[in-house]
């Protein structure tokens, strides 16, 4: 992308003022933000100019989850059936790791954090591990599709490499970024984070499909076959990857979406419960949780809204890419941004200041008509990292690594 027609972008949405400084920046610092300007959605800011307008939840009724005891009494089918589709090369992983680690007091991407004891054991490590079990139980690669974010990207593949893929083949490793959402004023004017850069932030979890349309990705699970996507997040150390009984499952239920879920170690856990809503598949957030559906009980006298997401899930490809393309509902979340002021000062609120924009996963899985809550034991499969200590944490999820087996 050229000056021009960055500027003529930019005149698009309102935003010129992004080019205030091109002038008397360094040619490679205006290479920078050309480029980041080039890989910037600025249609979103419409969303603010035109007034905000976050569609309220629908009616929210129970939806039925598939439990312990029912795919205990049909692995042997479900896993025949997994197995048949990971052979024939139409699953694949993709990986969310655009994270830091940040809260674990490490500046590196969070997959390079190292949770070992005696050794190094890295949580990357670990997840590819646990893809290698499924690749060794069916004797062939799985295709798995990293996320990475501007912040990390460069770090995460050079770790890979580093440590030569955790034997994993590296032909079946596929890397792209994560775009990018600008973060705008409460008038839609998007901020500045210095001269040469454009304040921006992940576009959220909903993100990671039009990320890998528009890396190219999605060409070429189109010209290799593959059928279903296991998306999952970087922090659970113990969950199941391309598990060949979930993928089995879904698709012996005909299914558009598969979701691995928990039973809630208690009401107050905050975890995204399934339901329906309006009849079609959703997720309430913890946050949303009234009193009254954490009290609901079902015709059994259980919990109603039990089964907590933890955001692994199989999604058949051909119905993501038609719901993509209608555009998921777009959120608009106050936040403190850092940002330069017209003088040229580094201002780091103290209070929210502006917007950021994000695309959830809920979302994707609203659209579609079907899904599985498909329940696993939490202590085998749900040992997130999300801090140093505490709850979901270094020390808890290490417990249950060496619970099962795990050395470290």
Same mark, same amino acid.
């Given at each position: ?60 009724? @129970? ?45 590196? /991407?969070?997959?390079?954090? +190292?949770?070992?004891?005696?050794? @190094? ?10 893809? #290698? ?48 959402? /600008? ?10 984070? +210095? ?39 970087? +922090? ?61 009980? +079902?015709?059994?006298?259980? @919990? ?5 997401? *933890? ?10 890419? =038609? ?18 002021? =017209? ?21 994707? *899985?609203?659209? #579609?008509?079907?899904?599985? /809550?498909? =329940? ?33």
């Amino acid at each position: 992308m050229n000056f021009n027609e960055a500027h003529d972008k930019l005149a698009k949405y309102g935003q010129e003022h992004l080019l205030k400084y091109y002038n008397r920046l360094s040619t490679e610092s205006q290479k920078g933000l050309l480029s980041q300007i080039e890989g910037t959605d600025f249609s979103v800011t419409a969303s603010v100019t035109n007034g905000i307008k976050e569609k309220p939840r629908g009616v929210i009724t @129970p939806i039925k989850a598939m439990t312990l005891d029912e795919i205990n009494a049909n692995r042997e089918e479900f896993t025949k059936t997994g197995l048949e589709t990971i052979r024939a090369g139409k699953a694949g992983a993709v990986l969310l790791a655009g994270g830091m680690g940040t809260r674990l007091g490490s500046d590196n /991407p969070k997959g390079m954090y +190292d949770i070992g004891i005696t050794k @190094p054991v890295y949580i990357f490590q670990r997840i590819i591990r646990n893809l #290698l079990d499924v690749v060794d139980m069916a004797g062939t690669w799985i295709h798995l599709f990293i996320m990475t974010s501007d912040k990390n990207h460069e770090s995460t593949t050079a770790f890979f490499k580093e440590q030569d893929y955790f034997t994993y083949n590296k032909d079946y490793i596929h890397f792209f970024k994560q775009d990018m959402a /600008p973060a705008a004023t409460y008038n839609g004017q998007v901020f500045m984070e +210095d001269k040469d850069r454009i304040a921006t932030s992940p576009n959220g979890n909903g993100g990671w499909y039009s990320s890998m349309q528009n890396a190219g990705i999605t060409d070429f699970i189109h010209k290799t076959g593959i059928e279903w996507l296991n998306v999952f997040a970087v +922090d659970n150390v113990l969950q199941r990857i391309a598990d060949p009984c979930f993928i089995g499952a879904t698709i012996s239920r005909n299914c558009s979406v598969g979701a691995k879920v928990v039973r809630k170690a208690d009401p107050d856990e905050k975890v995204g419960v399934m339901c329906l809503e309006d009849g079609r598949p959703s997720i309430v957030e913890y946050y949303e949780q009234t009193e009254q559906l954490r009290n609901t009980l +079902d015709e059994n006298g259980e @919990p109603a809204y039990n089964f907590g997401v *933890i955001l692994n899930y199989l999604f058949r490809e051909k119905e993501l890419e =038609e719901i993509c393309n209608n555009e998921l509902p777009l959120h608009i979340v106050e936040k403190k941004i850092p940002y330069m002021d =017209e003088e040229g000062n580094f201002i780091n609120p103290e209070k929210p200041n502006g917007y950021k924009f994000e695309t959830l996963i809920l979302d994707m *899985i609203h659209m #579609l008509d079907t899904c599985l /809550p498909f =329940e696993v034991d939490r202590n085998k499969e749900f040992a997130p990292i999300k801090n140093k200590t505490g709850a979901d944490s270094i020390e808890s999820a290490r417990e249950l690594l060496k619970e099962n087996g795990i050395e470290l």
